[in-house]
């Protein structure tokens, strides 16, 4: 029962963080398929949030909103049970450090949450990217679902998954295991070095300015290393069968650097931060407060 109400709570508090940082998300987005098809300078986020803008208001930024936050309930949901259960279990007793133990149960968890996740994903990627053609493919979600399932078939709902899937390994290697190691530090640190012994003493230190430390830290690592991924992603996924672009991963990468350069494999990292800062701060509160009230140990 408790693995349920866990479930329930870490797929609840990701999907409200989904929706209230969608429209840097939507932005992150446009900004990194630009560099496709464009040989001028490169845009900055506050003119690809105006052109999102001028395509319909605030809406525009929300295309896709409904399969992002669906998406949360399989990945969230799996990647933080998994999480906590290898965790907790030294990754099925195995004689590891704690440190070493989160950075590998985060990227398994994060890796295996995103594998069941991809269609989801792929259709809301899809869609925001939908927002700045002329002839729109997709009318909604479910549009565009039946859409792809008619011209790709099932395979097409995993395309982009080998990097879509590394991106999320890393992102949860990043943002599980630093805000686990992150939140522990902030504790001990405002507990003037005295390691907690008891329920009394963890409580004292694991308060909202701790989450909220411990999510900023979690949210930079997780942008940092994954950044590349994402890019590869969010143009993998664009293409479809009546125009591709790249044969896969590796030959996006090359493509992509050849052209565009090495940094640009870290184009749209600011808004990728300025997403992954507040979505982090607002999962981590809803969820550890929610945690707190159900009466489930962290």
């Not at 052109?51 to 399969?67: H, L, T």
């Not at 805000?179 to 005295?194: L, M, P, T, W």
């Not at 600011?270 to 509160?285: E, S, T």
Request: a positive charge.
């Amino acid at each position: 029962m408790e693995l349920l109400v866990k479930f329930v709570l870490s797929a609840s508090s990701a999907s409200i963080s989904e929706l209230v940082t969608f429209p840097i998300d939507t932005t992150k987005t446009r900004l990194q398929i630009q560099q496709i098809s464009s040989n001028a300078s490169s845009p900055s986020i506050l003119r690809t949030a105006r052109a999102i803008a001028n395509e319909g208001g605030i809406s525009s930024f929300y295309k896709g909103s409904v399969a992002a936050a669906i998406r949360h309930v399989p990945y969230t949901g799996t990647r933080v049970l998994l999480y906590e259960y290898l965790r907790t279990n030294k990754l099925v007793n195995g004689n590891l450090s704690t440190v070493s133990t989160s950075m590998i149960a985060g990227f398994i968890s994060g890796a295996a949450g995103q594998f069941v996740a991809n269609p989801a994903d792929l259709i809301k990627v899809r869609m925001q990217i939908d927002g700045q053609k002329k002839t729109k493919r997709y009318r909604s979600s479910i549009h565009a679902l039946q859409t792809i399932l008619k011209k790709e078939g099932v395979r097409g709902l995993w395309r982009g998954c080998g990097p879509s899937v590394t991106r999320a390994a890393l992102v949860n290697l990043g943002e599980l295991a630093t805000y686990d190691q992150a939140k522990q530090f902030f504790i001990e640190f405002r507990q003037n070095g005295h390691v907690a012994k008891n329920k009394s003493e963890r409580e004292h230190g694991d308060d909202l300015l701790t989450h909220i430390l411990s999510s900023t830290c979690s949210g930079f690592v997780s942008a940092l290393i994954s950044t590349p991924a994402d890019v590869l992603k969010t143009r993998l996924m664009n293409q479809d069968l009546g125009a591709i672009l790249y044969t896969g991963m590796c030959d996006c990468l090359v493509k992509s650097v050849k052209k565009d350069g090495v940094l640009s494999l870290w184009r749209g990292f600011l808004p990728i931060w300025a997403r992954l800062a507040p979505w982090q701060l607002v999962f981590w509160v809803s969820y550890e407060n929610l945690r707190k009230s159900a009466g489930i140990a962290g």
